[in-house]
């Protein structure tokens, strides 16, 4: 089955803005919200991005979501250490009738 | 605050049958989607399949053929039942709850639970 895509790995320096992809297609991405989530190493997910762009509470305004056409995108301002962690993307395909996760990426703060 | 519960054996043989348990605290259950997660060690997370509180299911096609989730409104619980288990089946699985917006989608995540099948 077709997936969404992210790169593998990203990496920034303190202070930096850095951007992850999530590409996928018209019948996942191109017609349905995405969700962004964090996973440090050991612990479950957190909910980071929903409706593609909407922060929950608690969130820091660092953290910002995009989406057009078939892609979405997740971007960092003001890189810190402790924002080194996973980062994957989420959303439902009409054709799978189900959920659908990116590769997720492993961000590194330099 | 949202928090979610899971239970369930950690150690299975080949053949096995994996079954586990999940609940919630400080939220609601009912009027929400919940999914099944799983995550190989070191590896992405897979949708398993997800159910809502009128017991309507959607799977992985993938796992489809083995796979069973079921609620029991009564006391609000979700449980996943995933039949002949093999070591491919090793994994950190995850009961989540989809929240007020994109509901399909999960928001609040379940601690998981280390599940190894070895013989």
């Known amino acids: 089955q077709s997936g969404l895509t992210q790169p593998p790995s990203a990496s920034g320096t303190p202070g930096q803005r850095v951007t992850i992809s999530c590409s996928g297609g018209t019948s996942n991405i191109g017609s349905n919200n995405v969700k962004w989530y964090q996973q440090f190493p050991g612990t479950a997910p957190k909910l980071l991005i929903y409706s593609n762009i909407q922060r929950p509470s608690g969130v820091p305004d660092r953290f910002s979501g995009s989406r057009s056409g078939t892609s979405a995108s997740l971007a960092i301002s003001g890189l810190q250490s402790e924002d080194e962690a996973d980062y994957y993307c989420?959303?439902?395909?009409?054709?799978?009738?189900?959920?659908?996760f990116g590769g997720g990426t492993k961000l590194t703060v330099l | 605050q949202v928090q979610i519960q899971q239970w369930g054996a950690g150690q299975l043989k080949p053949s096995e049958t994996l079954s586990l348990t999940c609940g919630v605290s400080g939220g609601s259950f009912s009027g929400y989607y919940w999914s099944w997660i799983r995550q190989p060690p070191g590896k992405g997370l897979e949708w398993i399949g997800e159910i809502n509180h009128s017991g309507s299911t959607d799977y992985n096609p993938s796992l489809k053929s083995r796979v069973t989730i079921s609620v029991d409104t009564s006391k609000s619980q979700v449980s996943l039942r995933l039949n002949s288990v093999t070591a491919a089946d090793t994994a950190v699985y995850y009961c989540?709850?989809?929240?007020?917006?994109?509901?399909?989608?999960?928001?609040?995540w379940g601690q998981g639970t280390l599940v190894t099948v070895s013989s």
């Open positions: 989540a709850r989809g929240g007020d917006f994109d509901y399909l989608l999960p928001d609040h």
């Open positions: 989420a959303t439902w395909d009409d054709s799978l009738n189900g959920v659908l």
